[in-house]
């Protein structure tokens, strides 16, 4: 079985530029979560999705932050424009559901670095 | 809030020692408890847990203890391998039953040699 899959692993963009992340959560997985890495800590909850529905984007910097999961499936996550801070890891994960009790899976992460 | 607090490293052991990375963490209800393992280059992948005071997670050799009296989830193996060289998060997630919010450690790094 496919783990969960994101593209691309590693983006190098100027600062003021945009950047997206793509990721495809494990097969029936509803829950999506994506998670930002910064060097050296652990990762922080971002946004959670139950199929298409955003139900906790608390910690999401919404002035450039976006993302969308428009069939309840894939997802992406942009960042427009990207500042320096913005530099890290984006791990996405899936779960089946939201439940406590559900094990969350995770994606490789992809590694963003603003010059 | 939720907290998480584990050692920092890097750990560097070497082949066969033994391993503990402790950790210790700060919630209002009564958490489960996780272990997650990176191996470079890799996600985060659920090495064991536990979801209740006294409960023990085990796999791979690895061990931890949840203790509630001193708010801990120590990690341990009895004798570690080149191959388990790898960034080792402690995390919780309350039991709502509904919410599914992890909140992790800052990681220790393990690097085991011959």
């Known amino acids: 079985e496919a783990g969960v899959v994101q593209s691309p692993r590693y983006k190098i963009i100027e600062k003021k530029q945009p950047v997206a992340f793509w990721c495809n959560p494990i097969?029936?997985?509803?829950?999506l979560y994506w998670y930002l890495q910064n060097l050296g800590q652990g990762p922080e909850l971002l946004i959670r999705y139950e199929n298409e529905e955003a139900v906790d984007d608390s910690q999401l910097p919404k002035d450039r932050f976006s993302a969308e999961r428009l069939k309840g499936v894939d997802s992406t996550l942009k960042i427009q424009p990207a500042e320096l801070g913005d530099s890290a890891v984006y791990l996405c994960a899936s779960s089946l559901g939201a439940s406590s009790y559900n094990e969350q899976f995770f994606g490789p992460g992809t590694r963003l670095t603003v010059l | 809030g939720n907290s998480v607090t584990q050692m920092e490293g890097p750990v560097t052991l070497s082949e066969e020692a033994f391993l503990t990375i402790n950790c210790t963490y700060t919630?209002?209800?009564?958490?489960?408890l996780f272990w997650y393992v990176q191996y470079p280059g890799e996600g985060l992948q659920l090495l064991l847990k536990?979801?209740?005071?006294?409960d023990k997670g085990s796999n791979k050799g690895f061990e931890a203890t949840y203790r509630k009296e001193t708010t801990s989830f120590h990690l341990e193996k009895g004798s570690v391998q080149v191959s388990d060289s790898a960034v080792y998060f402690c995390a919780l997630r309350e039991n709502t039953g509904t919410a599914s919010k992890l909140t992790f450690g800052t990681g220790t790094r393990l690097q085991v040699t011959l």
């Open positions: 919630a209002t209800g009564y958490p489960s």
């Open positions: 097969s029936g997985h509803n829950t």
């Open positions: 536990a979801t209740k005071a006294d």
